[in-house]
């Protein structure tokens, strides 16, 4: 691994191999999706890349989609369909304004898998990106970011290829020794939206774990062209409807805890949900 820093504290440059024990082809791995009903973004990932992925691949992988109590439930846009692919669905039964912590959370503690891949909804990786992944070995004690593809027709946002905030390649013992996502970020908690994903780095670095961008392994970010139809654009143009205040609000709970340990929260799964979908091939 390049130890080469880069210009974000706290991150290297990690170059392929990876250098760890076993390959992700050998001891599997676990893809986890939030969802809240976004139906055009099942149905595309769906077609065009875990049904489409190698039989190789497909042997190997786990996808988990969370849905966080979201319409359509995800689990019905499975109606008629042979899936081909290893797939489980939660439902959040707990109707939490952006409970995206709480759905990453379900995803890590129901995987299989000692490595687990969060990844948004709109992201996916290419096959051959998948396959270059999956022959790596990745270190115990490091969780991976990824730089991105972004399919835009906005020039301003194809221009950010830095890694994404939420795409996180870790052993799920990093997960269990910082307790998961906080979700008191939550926004029926918090009243705000987002910082969880900075505030889970923070635990991570302060465990004293490490984190760095796999060079040359891609992660595609599709924008507005999977905002569903019948859905009004949020103020992103990628259907988010987040305000300014609430990110203001979430991003000042994020800097409270960073200065006040006693507020960390240990809990998870403050709530209900329930597998509703299992194929295993």
């Known amino acids: 691994m390049s130890n080469k820093r880069s210009k974000q504290k706290d991150i290297c440059l990690a170059s392929i191999p990876l250098g760890g024990a076993r390959a992700l082809f050998d001891q ?4 986890i999706h ?3 009903g976004e139906e055009k973004r099942f149905n595309f990932m769906y077609d065009k890349y875990w049904t489409a992925y ?3 691949i497909r042997r190997k992988l786990q996808v988990i989609l969370v849905d966080d109590c979201g319409t359509p439930p995800i689990h ?5 369909r042979d899936c081909n692919f290893n797939l489980t669905i939660y439902r959040i039964i707990d109707d939490l304004k952006y409970n995206t912590p709480g759905a990453l959370n379900v995803g890590s503690v129901e995987a299989k898998t000692d490595f687990i891949f969060h990844m948004d909804s709109d992201c996916a990786l290419e096959e051959d990106m998948l396959d270059t992944l999956m022959q790596q070995a990745p270190l115990h004690g490091w969780m991976y970011k990824f730089r991105r593809n972004r399919i835009t027709e906005n020039p301003d946002r194809k221009r950010l290829t830095r890694y994404l905030p939420c795409a996180n ?3 799920k013992d990093l997960f269990t020794v910082v307790r998961g996502f ?3 970020f939550t926004g029926s908690r918090s009243g705000g939206y987002g910082f969880f994903d900075n505030h889970f780095d923070y635990k991570i670095l302060k465990a004293g774990f490490k984190r760095a961008v796999i060079d040359g392994i891609i992660v595609t970010e599709y924008m507005e062209s999977l905002v569903d139809d019948a859905k009004p654009v949020g103020p992103l143009g990628v259907g988010v409807h987040r305000t300014d205040t609430d990110n203001e609000t979430n991003r000042y ?7 006040s340990p006693e507020l960390e929260n240990p809990e998870i799964l403050r709530f209900t949900y329930e597998k509703v ?3 295993i091939i």
């Open 28 to 31: 599997g791995l676990t893809i």
């Open 34 to 36: 939030p969802y809240f």
């Open 54 to 56: 190698s039989e190789k």
């Open 76 to 80: 019905t846009l499975l109606n008629n």
């Open 169 to 171: 390649l870790l052993h």
């Open 182 to 184: 906080d979700e008191d």
């Open 253 to 259: 709970l994020y800097r409270r805890k960073q200065s």
């Open 277 to 279: 979908y299992e194929r």
